[in-house]
């Protein structure tokens, strides 16, 4: 494949370990990438993440904290179904939920049409601990090498040559 790729790290800073998405996109720019993998940290930046989406891109990888019940630190891979509509998803431009920005995208007459991953980590807390210490918790901070393992191996499955 050489068509466009986005490597998107999600997540708030100063609540713990929902800047997971945000650590792991730290780790991969200072990477050498090919030329056509585009890695941004957008935060809890709904609306930049929307706009970017409404490039055309072969490949979007979202880089996220994904609470899904099992042990802290566990990485997921996830093909969320993109046909579900979740009437539910409100949209907060100041909170960063990814199926209300691909909502948006498509109320914004975007469309996707390559193939869209998120590589999830469950997270042990989303506070910041009792000291006001921002950063990731001791079961979710050896993830981050893991997550950016699995990522270079979905970008070398889709035709991206990269050394790990």
């Given amino acids: 494949m050489e068509g466009k790729?986005?490597?998107?790290?999600?997540?708030?800073?100063?609540?713990?370990?929902d800047a997971f998405g945000v650590e792991v996109v730290k780790q991969l720019a200072s990477m050498m990438l090919p030329d056509n993998v585009v890695v941004r940290d957008f935060g809890i930046r709904s609306y930049d993440l929307a706009y970017a989406l409404m490039e055309s891109w072969d490949l979007v990888i979202l880089v996220d904290a994904a609470s899904r019940d099992d042990a802290p630190g566990t990485i997921y891979v996830i093909e969320p179904d993109l046909e579900k509509d979740d009437a539910e998803a409100g949209f907060d431009a100041h909170a960063m939920n990814p199926t209300s920005t691909l909502q948006?995208?498509?109320a914004l007459g975007g469309h996707r049409q390559g193939k869209l991953l998120v590589v999830g980590c469950e997270p042990q807390t989303v506070e910041p601990d009792e000291s006001g210490r921002m950063g990731l918790s001791d079961a979710v901070q050896p993830s981050v090498e893991e997550a950016v393992r699995i990522i270079v191996q979905l970008l070398n499955e889709n035709g991206k040559a990269i050394a790990a």
């Fill in 5 to 17: 790729v986005l490597v998107a790290g999600l997540g708030n800073i100063f609540l713990g370990d």
């Fill in 104 to 106: 948006l995208v498509k």
